[in-house]
């Protein structure tokens, strides 16, 4: 009997053991995937968008800025209540309309910076880094009957600086300037483990009789010192992940565009980031909301060309919007273009239009299954 008892006994505590071992298994496991999920956090995120200026058309005494004012405070106030809230946010150009004389570059400006002033963004956490457009930097010209072009405006970079200085990161490393390149509003700087270079891609450079027309040229950049500064965040340990941001595009519709819908200089800028895997260029120009990702087979990947040119003028964008790139812990780089489809005019407020997100994916340097269709039909 005493030894059927103590049998008993064993077995009850074999499987009182058995019991607590299969629960330490069971939180333990749940405390590894709660652990996983806590470190894959966002280290640092920063949006961006361009081109908010409205037609010459549909321009208002009532709006001396010139913004589409409907789309321009509906995003910054949508970036003001994020929960995760940007540490950063782009402008990448085409602020205003302007593109015609300095009066009303330096007006226009002007009613922008108290426009935005008065706006509840300005006070928030985020830290607006503002980037030249065609529209601030050139002028248009009828160099034939019916025929316009685009030149650069003198005294364009001085304007900028007079109003949206403020608006450039402080620390910030520019491009030395010369006697044929104006090259103040082109810098990088870092950011955690983030390095970024921006480019003025319409930088002022004077007449030159062997120039078309004898005027200066657009879409110029100093391309030797970007390709340069690209190449030291490479080789810098503390950058992990490379941005290059510019009002202009260099692949548009899926093609290399080198007229004024691109980037003139971009083959020669192009391979320099691929070859020290720059993960994007990030513009605006065209008014639209596109993605490509050119892969260059052998180096297995490819940089992206993001085109957020829709933040509220009018053209083939069919929403307005932002997108937003965060840099996990785990290395993972988060994308998520939102936006709200237009109205009809584009200007109007369309307050039942809800904001969702239109493009979402994590940015790989290996060619990326998930293509963003164009066009867009989100919005039909």
């Known amino acids: 009997m005493n030894r059927i008892m103590w049998s008993s006994f064993l077995a009850l505590i074999l499987v009182s053991s058995c019991k607590n071992n299969t629960e330490t298994t069971q939180t333990t496991s749940k405390e590894e995937v709660k652990e996983t999920v806590v470190k894959d956090s966002i280290l640092f995120s920063f949006s961006f968008m361009g081109c908010n200026r409205v037609n010459r058309g549909d321009t208002t005494s009532s709006v001396p800025s010139t913004a589409n004012k409907y789309a321009l405070q509906r995003i910054f106030s949508e970036l003001t209540h994020k929960k995760d809230q940007p540490e950063l946010f782009f402008f990448l150009g085409d602020l205003v309309l302007a593109e015609s004389t300095l009066p009303n570059l330096d007006s226009q400006l002007k009613a922008w910076d108290s426009l935005y002033k008065s706006d509840a963004f300005s006070s928030s956490n985020i830290e607006l880094v503002a980037v030249p457009g065609n529209h601030e930097m050139l002028y248009s010209k009828e160099v034939k009957p019916n025929k316009w072009k685009e030149f650069p405006l003198k ?96 692949y548009v519709d899926g093609n290399i565009e080198t007229g004024h819908a691109g980037l003139p200089q971009g083959g020669e800028l192009w391979p320099v980031f691929q070859e020290n895997k720059v993960v994007a260029l990030l513009s605006a120009h065209v008014h639209d909301y596109q993605r490509w990702q050119p892969i260059n087979d052998s180096l297995g990947g490819g940089t992206y060309q993001i085109i957020a040119g829709n933040g509220g003028s009018e053209g083939a964008a069919p929403f307005f919007g932002y997108s937003t790139i965060s840099v996990m812990s785990s290395g993972k780089l988060a994308f998520d273009s939102v936006g709200f489809c237009i109205g009809n005019p584009y200007t109007s407020a369309v307050p039942d239009h809800p904001t969702t997100s ?10 990326n299954p998930k293509k963003f269709p164009q066009p867009y039909t989100g919005c039909q």
């Open 358 to 367: 239109r493009d979402k994916i994590t940015l790989t340097w290996q060619e």
């Open 155 to 250: 005294g364009s970079t001085d304007i900028w600086l007079t109003h949206m200085k403020s608006y450039m990161p402080v620390g910030r490393k520019t491009a030395p300037s010369s006697d044929i390149l104006d090259n103040r509003l082109t810098f990088s700087f870092k950011r955690h483990n983030v390095g970024f270079v921006v480019m003025n891609s319409d930088s002022y450079n004077p007449d030159r009789p062997s120039n078309p027309y004898g005027l200066g040229l657009e879409g110029q950049v100093p391309v030797t010192w970007v390709n340069d500064q690209v190449k030291a965040f490479k080789a810098d340990t503390e950058v992990d992940h490379i941005f290059v941001l510019a009002h202009r595009p260099y």
